[in-house]
């Protein structure tokens, strides 16, 4: 319970620092809060082999009048070690298509395609309170920029070490999130320069039984991007075990 106390009062106050609690018009960039729904299954075949699998709402918040909610699945094999897990899947990212004359409207009529490789490693397998996950994914493999036709792929990575709080009441750690490659607005010469998003901060995560709240601030290296609250939920679930032969 008083776990359960805390992370209703840490989302209540990161939620009342977001710009729809106050009059002031000017965004402020340490008031910027993102909200990122996930969802894990996995299943076991044996001999640590399995299938893993991704349902993601990247982002619920809207931002401006770009709709963000683009579902992102994904799945692939998984192999399950002592303490450990790695998944190498591939899926879709279902968005609006800026070629299309509806944009930015809600009918989605484009799937990027994208890759991912995931990981964990628990204390079990470190063999010290030390919590790893990390994710390298490739997004809109393949894409072209419907105006120059330059590729469009981007490079994202996700990687966050957590230390275990004794009878793992808590998890408190950094995590670094990357874009790199990302098309801007801006030419130069027949193409549109890209530029890479760069972030570090703190983390905190509270585990409840087959869901995690994440929550975290990050500081963006790019000067012409906002600094931002990140609050994730992850519910996880698997498969019943493979009999033993």
């Known amino acids: ?42 299943k076991s075949f044996g001999d640590g082999w399995g299938v893993g699998g991704w349902l993601i709402m990247p982002n619920i918040v809207p931002n401006g009048s770009a709709p963000q909610l683009t579902p992102l699945f994904l799945i692939g094999p998984r192999y399950n070690g002592k303490g450990f897990w790695v998944e190498a899947m591939a899926g879709g990212l279902v968005a609006p298509d800026p070629a299309a004359n509806n944009y930015p409207s809600l009918n989605y009529n484009k799937t990027k395609t994208v890759q991912s490789t995931r990981f964990q490693f628990t204390p079990k397998a470190i063999g010290s309170p030390i919590n790893i996950f990390g994710n390298l994914q490739f997004i809109d493999i393949g894409g072209e920029h419907p105006v120059t036709e330059q590729s469009t792929m981007v490079a994202y990575t996700f990687l966050m070490v957590d230390y275990v709080l004794p009878g793992k009441k808590a998890l408190i750690g950094i995590e670094t999130e990357n874009y790199f490659g990302k098309v801007g607005s ?60």
């Open 1 to 42: 319970m008083p776990k359960f106390l805390m992370s209703l009062i840490a989302l209540f106050a990161l939620a009342s620092y977001t710009p729809a609690a106050h009059a002031n018009p000017e965004p402020d960039p340490e008031t910027q809060v993102n909200v990122r729904l996930l969802t894990h299954f996995h």
């Open 186 to 245: 801006e030419l130069d010469g027949d193409e549109f320069k890209t530029f890479n998003d760069i972030a570090i901060g703190p983390q905190v995560v509270f585990p409840f039984d087959g869901l995690n709240i994440l929550l975290s601030y990050q500081k963006h290296v790019n000067e012409d991007i906002d600094d931002q609250i990140w609050i994730r939920a992850m519910h996880n679930f698997g498969g019943p075990k493979a009999k033993k032969k």
